[in-house]
């Protein structure tokens, strides 16, 4: 299995909503990551996990938070968004977090809109 | 600072080659990756180098230089379907992907 899942495909919420994006992967990757991706931009990194612990958080704002609740999983709670956070968000696995060959394998995303 | 540099957007037609630059100043080298995007689509691994020259894998090559901070992917026989964005990333001292703003490819008929 080479796969990274995603679920939603597509979200849709309001600025008061609580939601969370769920993350898969069966690879035996020990490093996961959250993008952010506005269009016609590069992905944006907000959160890396290794060894399922936390190891880096690019000055996210607290209303995204992430939690990694074992080795395969990986979720993005999201509460009290603000229009400008609608994006596509990406979620990436690699074998791990350190090392120069660090290939991302992504997933489909799910395209997220704040109303 | 971390810098990529690719062009915007480039045109090219059915059949042809076209090759795609990318230019980085990092704070250190580990590896450079090519990536495909297709739109609304997730990123899709093409190539990665470490050392310096050109690797070949079928229509695609990717070339690097380390000591000119340069890499190109070169696209061979070009498809309808190879029309996407094409990101440059650089893994820096630190191992962490440094993101290059991609490179949107038009192919005409």
């Known amino acids: 299995d080479t796969e990274v899942t995603q679920t939603p495909k597509h979200l849709v919420m309001g600025m008061t909503n609580k939601k969370s994006l769920k993350c898969e992967q069966h690879?035996?990757?020990?490093?996961m990551y959250w993008y952010k991706q506005k269009a016609k931009k590069p992905p944006e990194l907000m959160f890396v996990?290794?060894?399922?612990?936390?190891?880096i958080n690019e000055s996210v704002p607290s209303r995204f938070s992430p939690e990694c609740p074992n080795s395969s999983l990986l979720n993005l709670h999201l509460h009290a968004l603000q229009p400008e956070d609608s994006a596509l968000y990406l979620c990436?696995?690699?074998?791990?977090?350190?090392?120069?060959?660090?290939?991302?394998?992504f997933g489909p995303g799910t395209r997220l809109t704040v109303l | 600072g971390q810098n990529i540099d690719q062009p915007t957007e480039m045109t090219a037609t059915e059949g042809a080659i076209v090759q795609i630059n990318c230019t980085y100043q990092?704070?250190?080298?580990?590896?450079l990756f090519w990536y495909q995007q297709h739109a609304g689509e997730a990123p899709t691994f093409l190539s990665y180098?470490?050392l310096d020259g050109l690797e070949e894998k079928g229509r695609f090559s990717s070339f690097l230089s380390r000591s000119k901070g340069y890499s190109y992917l070169l696209l061979k026989e070009l498809q309808m379907k190879d029309s996407a964005s094409y990101l440059c990333?650089?893994?820096?001292?630190?191992?962490?992907?440094?993101w290059g703003a991609g490179t949107k490819l038009i192919i005409k008929p």
């Open positions: 990436a696995s690699s074998q791990d977090g350190g090392g120069s060959y660090n290939e991302q394998f």
């Open positions: 180098n470490v």
């Open positions: 990092t704070s250190g080298f580990n590896g």
């Open positions: 996990y290794s060894y399922e612990k936390l190891s």
């Open positions: 990333a650089v893994t820096d001292s630190n191992y962490q992907l440094i």
């Open positions: 690879m035996g990757h020990r490093a």
